[in-house]
């Protein structure tokens, strides 16, 4: 029987947010057999849908199923890409809001001046989602920290949403700006800015950065020049493996105050470090043989990081280690046995063994 009433209302804020939107719902969509049209496949191929559908679709009365999300952006061009695309059918014109002149990648002009234009707009749409859901836990919000509306304007809209839905979780999948990729001098600027907001109104933030994500690409996937499509897709591929379980009925699932309980020390320090493995092309996927034992050490390998920098200088304070897949709790309390072994990868005094398992099947 599918779980009832823990629903997620996916946000996605201007360019990089929408087009990790994009990535995201298709992914979605074909771990769920639904169409682009919304309705579920009649493809032989795909299992029934046992899974918590409604955590992240409704279904309206004639069986289709709408995500639910909502894509802002303060400039129309790449939401109009959305509104003639493959997914034209799959959202309801209501959840795409764009406004007519962007944040030019300027703070102030997403937080205080253009954003201020349609923060009510986008609230009255929110709240219309959270109205259909029976047991809302909280909010998903994509976006950047360099953009002008990823950081202005998700300033603004997290300060109201804690205001208007103070106990509900918010979490975050943010595009951190890179030294070497950059599209904008004022990315730094626009980073420190929303940080301030992202410090008192976020619960957890996964950060990515670009370069990091270029180097996967360019190494494990053999893709010599990536491009944003590339990089969402790979984003696209780690939330779908954290909101697995939040999507999939199992005995291990997992509700978003988890991955705050699990990972979040201390309130304000809530950035934790994602690590993704294997990253392997589809031609190699079927020769590489590997075991648990192999993809667990992996994730503490500085190459398999969504961030550039090297956690083997400083010590852990909480791990999660979420396994999607065939996989036997022997191997994995072996796995991570022989982890805690290593000298490289040390925990601090005050939590000696913090790993936190999960399994999606």
Known sequence: MPSVGRECISVHIGQAGAQIGNACWELYCKEHGIDNDGMLSTDADIPPPQQSLNTFFTETDSGKFTPRAIYIDLEPTVLDEIRTGSFRNLFHPEQLISGKEDAANNYARGHYTVGKEHI??????????????????????????????????????????SVEYGKKSKLEFSIYPAPQVSTAVVEPYNSILTTHTTLEHSDCSFMVDNEAIYDICRRNLDIERPSYVNLNRLIAQIVSSITASLRFDGALNVDLTEFQTNLVPYPRIHFP???????????????????????????????????????????YMAVCLLYRGDIVPKDVNAAIASVKTKRSIQFVDWCPTGFKLKEVI
Request: aromatic letters at 10%; one cysteine or more; hydrophobic letters at 35%.
């Open 120 to 161: 009510d707009r986008v609230l009255e749409r929110i709240r219309k989602q959270a109205e259909s859901c029976i047991g809302l836990q909280g909010f998903l919000v994509f976006h950047s920290f360099g953009g002008g509306t990823g950081s202005g304007f998700t300033s603004l809209l997290m300060e109201r949403l």
């Open 273 to 315: 470090l994602a690590t993704y493995a294997p990253v392997i092309s589809a031609d190699k996927a079927y020769h590489e043989p590997l075991s648990v034992s192999d993809i667990t050490n992996m994730c503490f390998e500085p190459y398999n990081q969504m961030v550039k920098c090297d956690p083997r200088n400083g010590k």
